[in-house]
């Protein structure tokens, strides 16, 4: 008689047999992670942050391999959730200055506008990005279907599950207690992006974003639109964002070259201190805060992603105010607006157009003040010629943005600029003088604007706010680590009232006189400048800027770090309760 194969389970080990070797041995599997921790090592420029990124990459591929009982189909997995990380991050830095956060996957992937918007601005990585995916899929099928499932023991999967978990969590939670910067040079990709991670429950959770007092101490005006009726003549108004301009006098042991001396001043002969809430980089956070009137530190570490988070749940912010008050309302953006979803903010809060690299054609980000300037007449002379077919001019609230400024300072900007026998060597220090160089030509060009406009639109009122967004990361500033606070984006250690987050505002005119006196304070903090331009403008004020100069005087001048915090958390309930700000 022919013996009868046994069926009885064989104690301790797995029912699954795995027949034939699996195509990758474990020396392959090995060397294939060895290599892909080495490719983590060089973008981790931080050991610890690299270890803790070759934990949670390590981790990951070996609880798929615990699910699937295939190690190297796991460790395509894993490299292959790496890999898009990596290429997505590097391509947004090139855009935004900002590394790949957690958000943007759900921001891009759940958003069929977002997409579009990508597929028909980037054409060409859009194919690429779809044949990526397509490859992808067929190597992760052909892997999983080629590989023959390994044997383990009945303990070894379920314990290695836990510990792998373990691993991937402690990891993640490190990571993200670490804060690794998202505007930093590009580096920290894979540890900015996994320390992200512990972001989501923020943005699952519906609990609001702005802390408020527990009682309405400020009775709310429930209202559906903002009313406003300005007086004739109201003043075209031009809202300028330096960049990485600085004042004199912040640390007094810099020194300016004389020609500076007018250029951060108002019209009443005074330079006037902003406190801002970034240093080194972080633009676009300063322009939310002055544009809505809004702190960006109450987002936490979601601060980068307030535009985003805050599209459509602001009732009145600045543009929306002027537009109430008749006002036109643009805004001339650098880059590419619709990439980040700053464009459909930007129409959320009421600009009219948005007139990007889109719109401009600028060869680069890095143009001249002379070029976003020139747009801003663009903008003036088509309100003009729109007013000759029978109707009457309206007055135009435009923002703008420079960009010379920026860094790096290590090459000289538009030598062609210099004048015959021109000497820029005003502190011996190579790079400071370069930002120096800087600023004196974007004081030239501001002047020739302003001379610009008196010469085509003679007799026409015009309101100027000029404001810094941030400080220069310099090395030459009295400021310990100036420059590795930017490049680790740390500026979130300091002390909120630390020097290094004070720049400046100024609010002149041409044809008009600003319309409020300026605040007396010592530093007044950068989501106060919205209710300011209004007031300087001389259009009425509603109950919700009446509130806000209150708030101003109550604090001095401050608010994140106003003494008085329950002033702070009643006028943040007021707007709530009053419907300007829609919580989650």
């Known amino acids: 008689m022919v013996p009868v194969p046994s069926t009885e389970r064989v104690a301790g080990s797995d029912t699954r047999d795995n027949g ?54 796991a460790l395509v997995v894993a490299i292959f959730l790496f890999v898009p990380v990596y290429a997505a991050s590097i391509f947004k830095f090139d855009i935004t200055a900002m590394n790949l956060h957690v958000y943007d996957v759900v921001f891009y992937l759940f958003s069929t506008a977002q997409i579009a918007f990508f597929a028909q601005t980037f054409p060409v990585p859009s194919l690429l990005c779809a044949i990526a995916l397509a490859l992808a899929l067929v190597l992760l099928y052909a892997s999983y279907r080629l590989e023959t499932p390994r044997r383990f023991s009945v303990l070894t999967r379920p314990l290695a599950g836990l510990v792998a978990s373990a691993v991937l969590i402690s990891s993640g939670w490190s990571l993200a207690a670490r804060k690794p910067t998202f505007f930093d040079e590009g580096r920290y990709i894979f540890s900015a992006f996994i320390g992200s991670l512990a972001d989501m429950p923020v943005l699952l959770q519906a609990k609001g974003f702005f802390e408020i007092s527990a009682h309405a101490t400020l009775s709310p005006t429930k209202s559906s639109a903002i009313t406003c009726t300005p007086g004739a003549n109201a003043p075209d108004i031009v809202l300028f964002l330096n960049e990485s301009a600085m004042p004199e006098g912040v640390y007094p042991q810099l020194r300016y070259p004389a020609e500076l001396a007018s250029f951060f001043r108002s019209s009443d002969g005074k330079t006037h201190r902003l406190r801002v ?70 129409k959320a809060i009421g600009f009219d157009q948005v007139i990007d690299r889109q719109v401009h ?60 026998g021109e000497v820029t060597r005003w502190t011996g220090d190579a790079e400071f003088d370069e930002y120096l160089w800087r600023l004196v030509l974007a004081k030239r060009d501001r002047d020739a604007f302003r001379a610009k406009l008196a010469a085509r639109f003679p007799g026409q009122p015009f309101l100027f706010v000029n404001y810094g967004d941030h400080q220069p990361a310099l090395a030459r500033l009295p400021l310990s680590n100036a420059v590795e606070i930017a490049d680790k984006g740390v500026a979130w250690q300091l002390d909120p009232t630390s020097k290094a987050f004070e720049t400046y505002y100024a609010i002149d005119g041409l044809n008009f006189s600003p319309k409020t006196a300026l605040p007396k304070v010592p530093v007044l903090e950068i989501p106060h400048l919205a209710a300011l331009t209004v007031a300087a403008a001389g259009l009425p004020l509603d109950q919700v800027l009446q509130r806000r100069l209150w708030l101003i005087d109550r604090c001095n001048g401050l608010y994140v770090s106003c003494e008085d915090r329950g002033a702070v958390l009643a006028y943040q309930r007021f707007l709530i309760d009053s419907g300007w700000i829609v919580q989650p």
């Open 20 to 73: 034939a070797s699996a195509p990758l041995g474990w020396t392959f599997i090995i060397a294939l992670a060895l290599g892909w921790c080495a490719f983590i090592a060089a973008t981790e420029p931080d050991r610890t942050l690299f270890a803790l990124v070759a934990a949670f990459f390590i981790a990951l591929a070996t609880l798929v391999a615990v699910l699937t009982r295939r190690p190297g189909f």
């Open 361 to 420: 054609h600028a060869p680069s980000d890095r143009q001249r003040d002379e070029f976003y300037l020139d747009q801003v007449i663009k903008v003036l002379q088509s309100a003009r010629d729109s007013a000759t077919d029978g109707k009457a001019r309206r007055p135009q609230f435009i923002v703008a943005s420079s960009m010379a400024a920026h860094s790096p300072w290590n090459f000289r900007y538009a030598p062609e600029m210099l004048k015959p």
């Open 277 to 346: 809430e970034t240093f080194g980089g972080g633009t676009w956070l300063s322009d939310f805060s002055v544009l809505t009137g809004l702190p960006t530190n109450t987002f936490g570490n979601l601060r980068n992603f307030a535009t985003q988070l805050m599209t459509g749940r602001l009732r009145h912010a600045l543009p929306q105010y002027l537009k109430a008050c008749g006002y036109d309302t643009s805004i001339i953006y650098p880059s590419l607006a619709g990439f980040a979803g700053s464009g459909r903010f930007y």
